[in-house]
């Protein structure tokens, strides 16, 4: 029997985990193994658009994530800066899944794109840290929901 998303999760239990150093523990932890997010945004006419980014890093300390993403979807500051947004992650394999809600930063920091930087970056960004289409993005969590089974 084939079900939909809808069947599936209609009895899964989730767990809202209010963001503290454990809950945030708990996702980073996850994070680790699924650096993929799917990461959800308000476009300036009210549309959701989601984009596959690979997560940078989790910051324990400030409840942040880090990502990098590419300007050239139109107006990616006015889109992600000091707005809310959305990130998805999934491991069907683990039977673990995470929603995760805060707001977005736009960060011109050379520093810190360099302390980020991967060769694997090079393959979306080939000009390095100094790519004119590469943005730093800060996500400041907010809240997280956490399903451990389907």
């Known amino acids: 029997m084939i079900l939909g998303c809808h069947d599936i999760y209609m ?5 809202l985990l209010p963001i503290s150093g454990e809950s945030f523990a708990r996702l980073a932890e996850f994070i680790k193994d699924t650096k993929i997010a799917m990461f ?4 300036s006419d009210g549309t959701l658009h989601s984009r596959p980014l690979v997560t940078r ?3 324990l ?3 942040a994530l880090w990502f990098f993403a590419v300007t050239h979807f139109t107006h990616a500051e006015e889109i992600l800066d000091d ?7 999934a491991s069907p394999d683990k039977q673990g899944y995470f ?9 011109h920091d050379k520093a810190k794109t360099e302390e980020l930087w ?3 970056a090079a393959t979306r960004f080939p000009k390095g840290v100094d790519d ?15 399903w451990d089974s389907p």
């Open 99 to 107: 929603s995760v809600s805060g707001r977005a930063h736009v960060v």
């Open 132 to 146: 004119p289409g590469l943005v730093l993005v800060r996500v400041d969590v907010g809240a997280v929901e956490y």
């Open 40 to 43: 959800t945004t308000v476009t």
């Open 61 to 63: 300390a400030h409840h």
């Open 11 to 15: 009895n899964a239990a989730s767990t």
């Open 118 to 120: 991967t060769p694997m």
């Open 83 to 89: 707005k809310e947004v959305a990130l998805a992650y």
């Open 57 to 59: 890093e989790v910051d």
